[in-house]
């Protein structure tokens, strides 16, 4: 289980090391805005080539607990969950089974939450692992 | 039992569309009803989702095709169609080189996968020609590239979808919009160039080329959408008819009248505010089948042991909320929130459905029974100005 905490890929982002929200930066050739530290975490906010905006939340053990975005198109989620992304598609067509809702998106499965929520030409969501989420942190932080 | 009730929601269609068909000769005399029924779908098990049908066509023939079971969804743009409910040798589009167009478009929970072809488009008494339209779940071009896959998993069956085909008529004309005709990373990857089966590469799309809603596209009453829907009973009822009606204050029967308008803003979203707190990405949407708002601790509604997602207090409660357009103008709101899981599992039509959403305010169907509400396309004039709006 350990190993997809940790991916060998590059791609690696939430689960993954802090140095993947730079793999990030590049594979989306985008844009870093802003980075704002508490004591107990950091936040990277990155503007991506599509006007996406994508927030990476990690803390002092250098691991990104946390990601958000928000814009007028969808975010790349492999690269965004790294070596969550194969746990989320199996979530979601377990989730689409029971009730399917077609502009909101509510996973709560194993050590992965992720609430998505949008329309045509708006989205916006969350994911964090809250296994990874730093003691004194709340995972509210990720918005 | 279902099957019934299904034939009664339709004798109620007809007799519910008859006289509107015979009265709106007035402005240009085009018949602008569809009915609409909120039934459980082809599955027969969708809940609180509008179906209606619609007529495609081969361009410029009289060779056509009437698929029912298409969803009415406010919250996107273009006509989508399930690949194995098309009977039709529709067109398929080209772009550069010749080669086929095909479409990757994300939705919160996945995408749609599928090649972009040309049809007429046929509702009521109106006709749009040569629209872009998806046709999902096709063999032909089955390797997805990974920029596509990368959204999630693939709705490309009647199960994924709970339908035979979507029916965007939100306020944008086009699905992607300027977007997608940029060059380079720009680009958000919807539409792909396929000289063959697997080689496809994102390419730039003109706006015309867009999948797009097909009412931009019709002669007449092109302007926006009303739906209509009655006030379901408390507790839930096994299916309700409502209309469609195309045009906002183009005939006698979809004059704004009283109702507010509301313009919404670039990404089509309005503000919710709601005890004291705002949330600036809320939207109503007729293919949500809830309203969706916070979670447990805000709301003081207890979660669904059953029905993942949803709220289930133990005795219904009711909610007020403030919807804000981008224009300024707000109108306070109450919605009521009743046990999903406790609702009689063959009714396909229940009001107080509501459930969690962190985020934003998603003003799904039960928002949307017992009004006539309106939707207005961007940069089309209506008697309450130029859209995009909604206005109820």
Request: with cysteine; aromatic share 6%; hydrophobic share 25%.
């Given at each position: 289980m350990s190993t997809s905490f940790w991916p060998?890929?590059?791609?690696?982002?939430?689960?993954?090391?802090?140095?993947s929200v730079e793999t990030d930066r590049v594979q989306m050739k985008s844009a870093l805005v802003r980075i704002a530290r508490s004591d107990a975490f950091t936040v990277h906010e990155i503007q991506s080539p599509t006007g996406v905006t994508i927030r990476e939340y990690y803390g002092p053990n250098g691991v990104v607990f946390g990601v958000s975005w928000d814009g007028e198109f969808a975010p790349d989620l492999r690269q965004l969950l790294g070596g969550y992304f194969t746990q989320y598609q199996n979530a979601v067509q377990t989730a689409r089974r029971v009730r399917k809702a077609r502009s909101r998106l509510d996973i709560n499965d194993n050590g992965l939450i992720v609430r998505a929520t949008g329309h045509n030409r708006s989205f916006s969501g969350i994911a964090y692992a809250p296994n990874l989420v730093p003691s004194g942190v709340s995972p509210s932080v990720v918005r | 039992m279902p099957r019934l009730l299904f034939l009664g929601s339709l004798l109620l269609i007809a007799q519910a569309t008859s006289s509107p068909q015979c009265d709106?000769?007035?402005?240009?005399?085009?018949?602008?009803t569809a009915p609409i029924v909120v039934n459980g779908g082809p599955t027969n098990n969708s809940f609180n989702e509008p179906f209606t049908s619609v007529t495609v066509c081969v361009?410029?023939?009289?060779?056509c095709q009437t698929i029912g079971g298409i969803l009415v969804d406010t919250g996107s743009s273009g006509l989508r169609v399930l690949s194995s409910a098309l009977t039709l040798p529709l067109p398929q589009q080209t772009g550069a080189g010749g080669a086929p167009v095909v479409e990757c478009l994300p939705f919160v929970d996945g995408f749609t996968w599928g090649p972009v072809s040309i049809a007429d488009v046929q509702m009521a008494g109106e006709r749009a020609a040569s629209v872009p339209i998806q046709v999902i779940?096709?063999?032909?071009?089955?390797?997805?590239p990974s920029g596509c896959s990368s959204q999630g998993?693939?709705?490309?069956t009647q199960i994924d979808?709970?339908?035979?085909?979507v029916l965007g008529i939100g306020?944008?004309?086009?699905?992607?919009?300027?977007?997608?005709?940029?060059?380079?990373?720009?680009?958000?990857?919807?539409y792909y160039a396929c000289?063959?089966?697997?080689s496809c590469q994102v390419t730039a799309q003109p706006l015309a080329n867009q999948v797009q809603n097909p009412v931009a596209l019709f002669?007449?009453?092109?302007?926006g959408v009303a739906i209509q829907l009655p006030a379901v009973a408390a507790g839930g009822q096994p299916s309700v008819a409502g209309t469609l009606i195309f045009g906002?204050?183009?005939?006698s029967n979809n004059a704004l009248g009283s109702a507010r308008v509301l313009t919404l803003n670039s990404r089509g979203n309005i503000t919710t505010t709601f005890n004291g707190q705002s949330y600036p990405n809320s939207f109503v949407d007729s293919g949500s089948n809830g309203i969706f708002f916070l979670d447990s601790a805000a709301s003081g509604l207890p979660e669904c042991k059953s029905s993942t997602g949803f709220y289930c207090p133990p005795t219904t409660r009711t909610f007020s909320a403030t919807q804000v357009g981008a224009n300024g103008v707000s109108v306070a709101v109450t919605f009521a929130a009743g046990n999903v899981d406790a609702a009689?599992?063959?009714?396909?039509?229940?009001?107080?459905a509501t459930g969690r959403n962190?985020?934003?305010?998603?003003?799904?169907l039960p928002f949307l029974y017992g009004r006539t509400f309106f939707s207005a396309i961007e940069g089309r004039s209506t008697p309450g100005g130029v859209g995009p709006y909604w206005a109820y």
């Open positions: 060998s890929s590059a791609s690696a982002s939430l689960g993954g090391p802090v140095s | 709106n000769s007035s402005a240009n005399g085009t018949v602008n361009p410029g023939t009289s060779n779940g096709l063999d032909t071009f089955g390797t997805v998993p693939a709705e490309e979808l709970v339908a035979n085909g306020s944008f004309i086009q699905d992607c919009g300027r977007g997608c005709t940029l060059t380079g990373s720009s680009n958000p990857a919807l000289p063959t089966p697997t002669s007449s009453d092109n302007n906002i204050g183009t005939q009689n599992s063959t009714f396909s039509a229940f009001g107080e962190p985020g934003s305010f998603d003003w799904g």
